[in-house]
């Protein structure tokens, strides 16, 4: 997972400069498809990949979160 992601990155970005520096007849859809890549491929892997084994619980504000953080920030005051 982690080289596809890779791949397509380096890919969507290769295309995007080749349509920046080659004078092109497709040179805008080759910008096009590489911002299409980039954030219809790329990103959405990129973060699937990293948020696959996480629990989002963790990440939300309830009360027993809330507490806590109270905590922590009291420990480091002290």
Do not use: H
């Not at 084994?53 to 990440?59: G, P």
């Amino acid at each position: 997972m982690k080289y596809l992601i890779i791949f397509c990155f380096i890919a969507s970005l290769g295309s995007i400069a080749c349509g920046f520096i080659f004078e092109l007849d497709y040179s805008e859809k080759l910008i096009g498809y590489g911002t299409i890549g980039l954030f219809i491929v790329a990103f959405p892997l990129f973060i699937y990949y990293r948020w696959k084994d996480k629990n989002f619980k963790d990440y939300m504000l309830n009360n027993e979160n809330l507490e806590k953080m109270r905590e922590n920030q009291r420990k480091n005051k002290l």
